[in-house]
T-cell receptor, first 113, second 114 residues
Framework: AQRVTQPEKLLSVFKGAPVELKCNYS??????LFWYVQYSRQRLQLLLR??SRESIKGFTADLNKGETSFHLKKPFAQEEDSAMYYC???????????????FGGGTRLMVKP | NAGVTQTPKFQVLKTGQSMTLQCAQD?????MSWYRQDPGMGLRLIHY???????DQGEVPNGYNVSRSTTEDFPLRLLSAAPSQTSVYFC?????????????FGPGTRLTVT
C-alpha cells in the first residue's frame, strides 16, 4: 500500500530563515510526487511536481529514492509563505491511477515577522 | 473559465438524512475525483472517474455513491448520513500535462452531521 508521511503538523519560523518541510513515502514502484499548498481562504493548488524539477516561489523539492523522501525547501521564508502544505503521491496500475493522489497529513507553516 | 465549482459551501444534516454534493468543471477534463479532508489526516480519496460513465472506488468509499453521466458533472451522494461523515469535501478534476497529471480543486463543501 502507498503511504505518505509528513512528520510535522506545525512548523514555525521567522521571516528570512530557511524552511524544510519533510515528506517521506512508501511505494513499491516509481511514484510521482507532488507538493500542494492551501493558503488561507483559497483552494488547494499544485505547488511543485518532482517530474518538472522546477523552482516555484523559491521552493524546491528533490526526490530521494534511497531515503524515500521528497522534502520541500526554501532558503529564505517569507510571510506570504504561511499556509498548509501537503505532500502527495500518485501511482499504480489501475486505469487513471496517475490521477489518484495519496496525501500526507499536512504541515502548517507559519512564518513570523 | 469557472474551473471546478462545488455546491453547497456549507451543509448541516441530521443522522440518517441523504443529500447530494454537486461538482462541475468546465475545462473538459476526463478525470474527476472526490476527497474528504479531516484534521491530521490530509485528504483521502472517496471515489473517482476516468470518464463519462466510468467510476471506481477510492480509499474510503463506504457510505458514498457517485455517477458520471456527463464530462462536466460528478455528484457525490450520501445515502444515510452519519456523524463520521462530518468533514470538508473537495472535488477535483485533472488533465494529463507534461507527462503527469495536474489536479484542480474546487473550493470545498463543509458538511456537519449531527
Amino acid at each position: 500500500a502507498q503511504r505518505v508521511t509528513q512528520p510535522e503538523k506545525l512548523l514555525s519560523v521567522f521571516k528570512g530563515a530557511p524552511v524544510e518541510l519533510k515528506c517521506n513515502y512508501s511505494y513499491s514502484g516509481s511514484p510521482e510526487l507532488f507538493w500542494y499548498v492551501q493558503y488561507s481562504r483559497q483552494r488547494l493548488q499544485l505547488l511543485l511536481r518532482h517530474i518538472s524539477r522546477e523552482s516555484i516561489k523559491g521552493f524546491t523539492a528533490d526526490l530521494n529514492k534511497g531515503e524515500t523522501s521528497f522534502h520541500l525547501k526554501k532558503p529564505f521564508a517569507q510571510e506570504e509563505d504561511s499556509a498548509m502544505y501537503y505532500c502527495a503521491l500518485s501511482g499504480g496500475n489501475r486505469p487513471g491511477a496517475g490521477n489518484m493522489l495519496t496525501f500526507g497529513g499536512g504541515t502548517r507553516l507559519m512564518v513570523k515577522p | 473559465n469557472a474551473g471546478v465549482t462545488q455546491t453547497p459551501k456549507f451543509q448541516v444534516l441530521k443522522t440518517g438524512q441523504s443529500m447530494t454534493l454537486q461538482c462541475a468543471q468546465d475545462m473538459n477534463h476526463e478525470y474527476m475525483s472526490w476527497y474528504r479532508q479531516d484534521p491530521g489526516m490530509g485528504l483521502r480519496l472517496i471515489h473517482y472517474s476516468v470518464g463519462a460513465g466510468i467510476t471506481d472506488q477510492g480509499e474510503v468509499p463506504n457510505g458514498y455513491n457517485v455517477s458520471r453521466s456527463t464530462t462536466e458533472d460528478f455528484p457525490l451522494r450520501l445515502l444515510s448520513a452519519a456523524p463520521s461523515q462530518t468533514s470538508v469535501y473537495f472535488c477535483a478534476s485533472s488533465q494529463h500535462l507534461r507527462g503527469t497529471y495536474e489536479q484542480y480543486f474546487g473550493p470545498g463543501t463543509r458538511l456537519t452531521v449531527t
